[in-house]
Every structure is written in structure tokens, then in C-alpha cells.
């Protein structure tokens, strides 16, 4: 039996708005998968998603305003433990890849995503499928290596990371700058292959404004990647 301390050097953060049918899962699947973590809400909704998340044992903090970047921003900042995780509050992703993920960045990795689209997964509709794998490959142009799923909604980041840049989490597509803005900067990076489930609840994803804002982050001067003052690379490895 895992101790309950075993975690104790993790965080799961997620964003809500309206994913009351689907939050306690998602948090009670996060907590058994990873005990001892602590788990942050931030909750844009209308609906029960709050209470419900508070009573499965979420800290909740109300969305900031702004929209998702925002939002996600909030949810990136909130935790103070050394390792971050971020989760969809869907249900499309699998709680038991969250030890793998966070087994790797304490092996020395900056940041390890899971990548949904190695194969076609039937949960993804075709068209999305497609248009991820062809975000994937610009993005592994503009990184000179091999970058998998620049939108997964299930990554874990060694906390120093994160607030090592200067982030535009303004507008849609947040993710993509998470995954290859460390990677443009020589941090380490690598993904692992997830299953990826039927979402519970209505999707909110703006198909085009998300694929034109995605093209509009990959496809920026290398010069918009900005780090805070005095950052070393050396300091987020080991």
C-alpha cells in the first residue's frame, strides 16, 4: 500500500466551468493516483462544479477573469510544491499515467507531457486528430526535436519552470507556448502515449479561433520567448 506521504511533492491543477457531472471523478481519480498531492480548482462556473470539487478535497479559487489563458495561468501559479500537474476536468484523460509523468521530472526532466495523438484516438473527432498532428510537426520544426501533442491537457512541470518565463497567456492555445517555449530553450522535454477517453459534458473548444491562435503561437519570432531576469537554465535541472 502507497504511503499517503508519497506525494507530498505535487500539485494537480485544473480549470472548470461547468464540469459538475465530471469533477469528482476526475479529482478522486487524481488523489488515489497520487496521494498525499494537493489539488487546486480554479472554477469559472455557473453550476454545483465548486461545491462538489471542495467537498472531493480541491482547494477552489475563482477564475481571475480573461478567459482560459488566464484562467490557466491562475491554476500554473497557485500551487507552491516543486512539481506541477495539470489535468482536464473532463474525464478524458487517465489518472494512472499522473505517476508515470511525475516519476520522470523527479528523474531530472523539466517537463513531461501526455500525448494523446500517436494514433487516431475514436474519443477525438478526425478533423481534430488531424490538425494536432500538423501542429505537432511545425512545432517540432520550430524546436529542432521531436514534439508529440502541443495541446495535451495533461502535462507535469517542475514548478521552477514555470515560473522561469515571462509568459503571454493572454487569448486561446496557452499550452502550445507551455510545451515549446522550454523546449526552444534546451530545457528537458519529453511526452509518453496516453489513451485518450469521451469527454463528459459539452465541449467548449472553439474549433478555428483555437486553430488560428495555435498557428499564431508556433509560427511567432523566436524573439517572443521571454525569460524573467537573472533565470539560468541550470537552475530548473538537476
Not at 500517436?118 to 517540432?140: K, T
Amino acid at each position: 500500500m502507497e504511503s499517503p506521504e508519497l506525494y507530498r511533492d505535487v500539485a494537480v491543477v485544473m480549470i472548470t466551468r461547468n464540469e459538475e457531472r465530471a469533477i469528482r471523478t476526475v479529482i478522486e481519480d487524481a488523489r488515489r493516483a497520487l496521494p498525499g498531492a494537493e489539488v487546486f480548482v480554479i472554477d469559472g462556473s455557473d453550476d454545483h462544479t465548486p461545491e462538489i470539487a471542495w467537498r472531493a478535497g480541491a482547494t477552489v479559487i475563482p477564475e481571475p477573469g480573461g478567459g482560459f489563458g488566464p484562467a490557466l495561468h491562475a491554476a500554473l501559479m497557485a500551487p507552491r510544491r516543486p512539481i506541477v500537474v495539470t489535468i482536464d476536468a473532463d474525464d478524458t484523460y487517465p489518472a494512472e499515467a499522473f505517476p508515470g509523468l511525475v516519476r520522470l521530472v523527479r528523474d531530472g526532466w523539466d517537463v513531461v507531457g501526455a500525448d494523446r495523438i500517436g494514433r487516431w484516438p475514436g474519443a477525438m473527432p478526425l478533423a481534430n486528430w488531424m490538425a494536432n498532428r500538423a501542429f505537432s510537426s511545425i512545432a517540432s520544426l520550430r524546436a529542432r526535436r521531436r514534439l508529440r501533442d502541443v495541446h495535451s491537457g495533461q502535462r507535469a512541470y517542475r514548478a521552477t519552470v514555470l515560473r522561469a518565463f515571462e509568459w503571454d497567456y493572454q487569448g486561446l492555445a496557452f499550452p502550445v507556448d507551455l510545451l515549446l517555449w522550454p523546449a526552444l530553450e534546451g530545457l528537458k522535454v519529453t511526452e509518453i502515449s496516453i489513451i485518450y477517453a469521451e469527454r463528459i459534458g459539452e465541449t467548449k473548444l472553439r474549433r478555428w479561433a483555437s486553430g488560428r491562435a495555435t498557428l499564431r503561437r508556433l509560427l511567432r519570432p523566436r524573439a517572443m520567448v521571454r525569460r524573467r531576469p537573472g533565470w539560468d537554465v541550470q537552475r530548473t535541472t538537476r
